[in-house]
Every structure is written in C-alpha cells, then in structure tokens.
C-alpha cells in the first residue's frame, strides 16, 4: 500500500508531502495505482522547478518507493500546484481505494 503524508500548515495550505511503500495493485511494471502517484509527484517537482522558480526540497528512495518533497518558496503559483497535486492524489485514492493508497495530513 502506498501511504501519503500531506502537511499543512495553519491557513491551510500545503508545505509538503512524504510518500512510501508500493500499491501492489498489479505486477511491477504494470501497477498503475503506482504509476499515478509516481506522474503526479514528478509532474508537482517539475512544474514548481520549471513553472514558478520556487525553492524546495526533495528526498528520494526508489527502493522504498518514499518521497518528501517541501516547498521552501510557498508563492501563489507553487502553492496552487500542490493544491493540485493533492486533488489529483485524493481521486486516485477514490478510483482505487485504501487498500492500494491511503492519505494522512498533518499540521505542521
């Protein structure tokens, strides 16, 4: 199961999110509970780099499946893409249930 931590802080806004584990919907390589949260997490990264010039941070373990990406520069355009992000995440969570991909937020 794929588990996503989102953080937000105290006007409601997203800094961050941590992913880990793997949906095992299908077979490795052809799991597309994986491949979704996989699009959307590289798209956010891509389009805070290259879309708002904001600052962040991002850790990776393929080998995991974990993830932590923070904005460091919250600008009206990168928070706008996080909000998406978790839109995204929140449908796919619908499509596919929990038991393939489970969303927790924090405040942080």
């Known amino acids: ?24 919907y299908a ?8 491949a979704a949260v996989s699009a959307l997490a590289i798209n956010l990264v891509n389009s805070v780099e290259r879309l708002t010039g904001g600052g962040h941070d991002l850790e990776q373990r393929q080998e995991t499946g974990e993830m932590t990406f923070r904005l460091l520069d919250r600008n009206r355009d990168a928070r ?17 249930g929990p038991d393939y991909i489970r969303i927790y937020y924090k405040e942080v």
């Open 80 to 96: 706008l893409l996080m909000r998406s992000f978790v839109l995204g995440i929140q449908d796919v969570q619908e499509a596919y």
């Open 27 to 34: 077979e490795e390589g052809s799991d597309i509970v994986c």
């Open 1 to 24: 199961m794929i588990e996503i931590t989102i953080y937000q802080d105290s006007c409601g806004d997203y800094t961050e999110f941590h992913t880990k584990g793997h949906a095992d």
